[in-house]
């Protein structure tokens, strides 16, 4: 009978170690999900003038990286502790509402967007995921969309929607991410929740006079410019590119997060 009772018990062992992984593989799961290739306007249009920008497919996350997630790595990732990051890196904001340099604490929840993260911080985040931070355009591309339009910008009922989160006090409480409706892609919290990261965001340069649309000197990166005329009257896209332009990539804030894309083999058309 011991024979018997000890093969039982190594495989109910087995078979319990079994369970535990696939539990904490599925914690793990992070969904990214397939935005086509496409040629679309911009508001920053790579001649300065009126040209489309143009965005090979690729894959983004569904919603932007959690506290939880971001406890995570930062266990994982001692240098990216609170208390362990350099200057350079992160500026003296860095994770300060975490109750711990590990742990976020009681008054925040799992769920809820990491906020007060550095560009440099975002960015080594998803190089541990096998991703980067979304370029200006990805990320343009993907919030122009509504839940059945891919691009919802010259509703005027939409532009009305994102300027009443704009207009919110920047102190409310944090949602949890996911709470907001998904977009025709299948993406989360494009707008409503938190200002977001982008990979080129240095490239930014805003101007609104006329006659610096064309300013070589607006583009030195990336083909970035002014803001084109026909877009001016998206409020809501002049307040995101305002706040990227005025960043430095070690500030940090308490309203601004981050997402990830990954790169597919698709180029644009």
Same mark, same amino acid.
């Given at each position: 009978?011991?024979?018997?009772?000890?093969?039982?018990?190594?495989?109910?062992?087995?078979?319990?170690?079994?369970?535990?992984?696939?539990?904490?593989?599925?914690?793990?799961?992070?969904?990214?999900?397939?935005?086509?290739?496409?040629?679309?306007?911009?508001?920053?249009?790579?001649?300065?003038?009126?040209?489309?920008?143009?965005?090979?497919?690729?894959?983004?996350?569904?919603?932007?990286?959690?506290?939880?997630?971001?406890?995570?790595?930062?266990?994982?990732?001692?240098?990216?502790?609170?208390?362990?990051?350099?200057? #350079?890196? !992160?500026? %003296?904001?860095?994770? +300060?509402?975490? @109750?711990?340099? *590990? $742990?976020?604490?009681?008054?925040?929840?799992?769920?809820?967007?990491?906020?007060?993260?550095?560009?440099?911080?975002?960015?080594?985040?998803?190089?541990?995921?096998?991703?980067?931070?979304?370029?200006?355009?990805?990320?343009? #591309?993907? !919030?122009? %969309?509504?839940?059945? +339009?891919?691009? @919802?910008?010259? *509703? $005027?009922?939409?532009?009305?929607?994102?300027?009443?989160?704009?207009?919110?006090?920047?102190?409310?409480?944090?949602?949890?991410?996911?709470?907001?409706?998904?977009?025709?892609?299948?993406?989360?919290?494009?707008?409503?929740?938190?200002?977001?990261?982008?990979?080129?965001?240095?490239?930014?340069?805003?101007?609104?006079?006329?006659?610096?649309?064309?300013?070589?000197?607006?583009?030195?990166?990336?083909?970035?410019?002014?803001?084109?005329?026909?877009?001016?009257?998206?409020?809501?896209?002049?307040?995101?590119?305002?706040?990227?332009?005025?960043?430095?990539?070690?500030?940090?804030?308490?309203?601004?997060?981050?997402?990830?894309?990954?790169?597919?083999?698709?180029?644009?058309?």
């Amino acid at each position: 009978m011991r024979a018997p009772l000890a093969a039982m018990l190594h495989l109910s062992l087995l078979c319990a170690g079994l369970l535990l992984s696939a539990l904490a593989c599925a914690a793990q799961y992070v969904k990214y999900v397939t935005i086509p290739a496409a040629s679309f306007r911009t508001a920053l249009p790579p001649d300065g003038k009126s040209a489309s920008a143009a965005t090979s497919t690729f894959r983004m996350r569904a919603m932007p990286v959690t506290n939880g997630e971001y406890q995570s790595f930062v266990r994982q990732h001692v240098e990216w502790r609170r208390g362990q990051v350099a200057a #350079l890196f !992160a500026d %003296a904001g860095y994770l +300060r509402p975490w @109750a711990a340099n *590990d $742990a976020f604490g009681p008054h925040l929840h799992a769920g809820q967007p990491v906020t007060h993260v550095s560009w440099f911080a975002a960015d080594a985040y998803c190089r541990s995921e096998g991703a980067r931070l979304p370029t200006w355009y990805e990320w343009e #591309l993907v !919030a122009a %969309a509504d839940e059945q +339009r891919k691009d @919802a910008r010259d *509703d $005027a009922r939409w532009r009305e929607r994102m300027l009443r989160w704009y207009s919110r006090p920047s102190t409310e409480k944090l949602a949890a991410v996911g709470k907001t409706a998904k977009n025709l892609y299948g993406v989360y919290d494009m707008h409503g929740l938190v200002w977001e990261w982008v990979e080129d965001f240095t490239g930014i340069m805003v101007s609104t006079d006329n006659r610096e649309q064309g300013d070589p000197d607006l583009r030195k990166f990336c083909g970035a410019g002014a803001i084109a005329v026909g877009d001016r009257e998206n409020y809501a896209v002049q307040m995101r590119l305002a706040l990227l332009s005025s960043l430095q990539a070690a500030y940090t804030t308490g309203n601004l997060g981050f997402r990830c894309v990954r790169e597919t083999r698709e180029k644009a058309s």
